[in-house]
């Protein structure tokens, strides 16, 4: 794709070879430095990228900074998509619309709390010789193939060719990737070489790394322009001295002023003081006398909706684990940034406001969005995991696999989320029988016939689980591909499902049928679901509660289940079609850890046209108890909202969730959930 609206006007001059001739940058023959928020379009509702945009500007910002993610823009291997939430050309069309100059990060690597650091999952699929972010043939061959798409395409979009890129960040952090050797700049230098095989000499291309001299010597080379990220606190000459060092002349830069802080599941909620955020952004506004550019991340941070949330890996070779331990980002990433999850202004924005006020025209605040507060929705059981996995190949048959071995999530065409992996123990092997699993990722919850269910985790001791049926079915769910820049593991600890073989009684298992249980579900907004699909979703929803309604055989199945000593995975859905046409956040307080969606349905046709996957839910571990919700949408007024869950570990006594107009993102956590 390759769309540029933008009037070119004439004589735009923003040029790689000049941005050392002296300490600010030059934009049409005169010094200049911008102040830059980060804000990803794809973590924001595109209805809603006006009015983000908006804000930043009337802060005082000039300039707006975003990654593009390899991941979201091509979900599965050859399939492109720059429609919807991921159109990037709209959200810099509207940018500079506003004013607004623009900044991109097309990585391939970007970090940013994100499933696999932007890195498609469809990677770890038959390429057991990968290595990323190294110049390995597997690994660059698809990164240029992915460039050749894309980079011509932010082309037209140059400050140059009169659009709104002033600057293209090259990969992200290199400098904390090891080893620091001769094959670690022989990758930066082939990175360097695309980006200008297909933008030319009149951009400037920077990196970012630590205010650490020797992340700093170890993130750059020739060609590129080097620059540093660092938070408030601490002195700012000894932050600036550190890009110095790489950049003997030209402007000081900081990339990523942090505003706040990632989240995890179990963890603490972090923050960062408003106070100390703006007396730092203050120190780097007057620095140099008054030249340094600096961009804050994140101003508004927005949400990880699906499973597009990464984790953190632990690379310290724990031995009483499987394997390096993960945790998974939260949904909401509101990082404490300026602007909520939901977009609205806080304390933190007003202060910043007034300091940027003195260094840069500031504008009026559009209004924060109004809020639902609908109280409880009542919910229906729909079915428990195994009723919807027997009753799924009737429904959905491409997305049952049949294999002699159990195959990695990856390999059957899924990314992230949930699969059923089932089988029957021969009965040559005697009960009880004892179940290892070679590797799993992460999240895996052995479940028989007759309803025993057990949990474990990555981040736990090794388990054996021990079984009393011959029915066996194993359900793992992903935590998120490790976002973290240490990818120097082994390829099988990035895969996702079952790694390996599964044994009983130290006998491997055989014959397997896996169910791609998150293929069916709602996957919006990054994955574009038709009509029909959507449709076959509601019939077997209408079907499964049916069945449990009228068919006495069915649930004399699901008592006995029940009463096997655990939690099988259930479907939930509301009971009523509901009129959700503002904002407004889900609280799943009293419910376990699980994944909630929304399908929207035409009152009018009583068709499902829309869906939104609103991300993981895990009130059990924190903080995190709400969940935002953003509205369908202007001039959509003839849709109604339908909420289903698939809840994985407990139900609530009183079966319901409730719309409130609070966020609730920093609650109480536990760690021993993981």
């Not at 006007?9 to 600010?24: I, N």
């Not at 990323?132 to 400050?159: A, C, D, G, H, I």
């Not at 690379?315 to 940034?337: Q, V």
């Not at 429904?395 to 049952?400: E, R």
Request: proline content about 6%; some cysteine.
């Amino acid at each position: 794709q390759q769309r540029c609206s933008i009037t070119c006007p004439t004589q735009k001059q923003w040029y790689q070879r000049r941005v050392r001739e002296r300490d600010c940058y030059s934009k049409d023959g005169e010094c200049y430095r911008y102040i830059a928020g980060e804000m990803h379009y794809f973590r924001i509702p595109p209805h809603y990228w006006e009015d983000r945009l908006l804000k930043l500007r009337a802060a005082g910002f000039t300039t707006v900074q975003t990654y593009i993610p390899w991941n979201v823009h091509v979900p599965t291997e050859d399939s492109y998509n720059f429609q919807g939430i991921v159109d990037v050309y709209r959200y810099m069309e509207t940018a500079w619309k506003l004013g607004l100059t623009v900044v991109v990060r097309p990585g391939p690597f970007l970090a940013t709390e994100w499933d696999y650091g932007g890195f498609p999952a469809w990677l770890l699929r038959d390429r057991p010789t990968l290595d990323v972010r190294r110049n390995e043939t597997v690994f660059m061959n698809e990164v240029r193939k992915w460039y050749s798409k894309l980079l011509p395409t932010l082309k037209p979009y140059l400050y140059s060719a009169g659009g709104p890129i002033i600057a293209v960040q090259v990969e992200n952090e290199y400098g904390s990737n090891k080893p620091c050797d001769e094959a670690h700049y022989d990758y930066l230098t082939q990175l360097r070489d695309i980006y200008r095989q297909h933008l030319g000499q009149d951009i400037v291309l920077i990196t970012v790394d630590g205010d650490s001299h020797k992340l700093a010597e170890c993130g750059n080379i020739d060609g590129l322009y080097s620059t540093v990220n660092f938070g408030s606190g601490g002195d700012i000459t000894t932050k600036f001295m550190v890009q110095r060092k790489q950049e003997p002349r030209g402007p000081f830069s900081c990339s990523a002023f942090f505003s706040g802080w990632l989240d995890h599941w179990g963890h603490k909620f972090a923050k960062t003081r408003a106070d100390k955020l703006a007396d730092g952004l203050k120190d780097v506004l007057e620095f140099n006398n008054r030249t340094a550019s600096v961009s804050m991340y994140m101003f508004h941070g927005g949400t990880n909706f699906a499973y597009m949330q990464g984790g953190r890996g632990d690379w310290n070779n724990d031995t009483t684990t499987l394997y390096p331990r993960l945790w998974g980002k939260m949904t909401s990433y509101d990082y404490d940034a300026p602007l909520s999850e939901a977009g609205d202004t806080t304390w933190k924005y007003q202060l910043l406001r007034q300091v940027i006020s003195n260094y840069s025209k500031t504008y009026p605040v559009p209004a924060n969005t109004t809020k639902l507060n609908k109280g409880p929705v009542r919910m229906q059981y729909i079915a428990d995991i195994i009723q919807f996995v027997y009753e799924l190949p009737q429904f959905a048959p491409k997305l049952v696999v049949e294999s002699v071995y159990p195959l990695p999530m990856e390999q059957m065409d899924q990314n992230h989320g949930i699969v059923v992996y089932q089988t029957t123990i021969p009965e040559d092997i005697s009960l009880p029988a004892d179940i290892d699993i070679d590797l799993y990722g992460d999240r895996v919850y052995v479940i028989t016939e007759d309803g025993e269910v057990q949990i474990s985790s990555r981040n736990r001791p090794y388990k054996t689980f021990t079984v009393n049926d011959r029915k066996l079915y194993i359900l793992v769910e992903d935590n998120g591909h490790s976002n973290t820049g240490h990818v120097r593991y082994s390829y099988k600890y990035y895969q996702k499902g079952i790694i390996g073989n599964v044994t009983a009684n130290g006998q491997v298992l055989k014959h397997w049928t896996a169910y791609l249980v998150s293929q069916f579900f709602p996957r919006g907004p990054y994955e574009p679901q038709d009509q029909e699909s959507l449709t076959v979703l509601t019939n077997m929803l209408e079907h499964l509660e049916k069945l449990n309604t009228d068919n006495r055989t069915e649930r004399r199945r699901r008592r006995k289940r029940r009463g096997g000593g655990g939690f099988v995975p259930q479907i939930w859905r509301s009971l009523l079609q509901l009129d959700v046409q503002q904002d407004t956040y889900v609280d799943t307080q009293g419910w376990g850890k699980g994944l909630l969606s929304v399908i929207y349905t035409n009152t009018t046709t009583s068709m499902s046209v829309d869906n939104i996957n609103l991300g993981r839910y895990w009130p059990l571990a924190g903080p995190q108890k709400r969940h935002y919700c953003p509205s369908p949408g202007p001039d959509r007024e003839d849709l109604k909202s339908m909420f289903v869950m698939l809840e994985l570990e407990q139900v609530p006594e009183v079966k319901t969730i409730t719309l409130t107009d609070t966020p609730l993102v920093d609650g109480d956590y536990d760690s021993t959930q993981e």
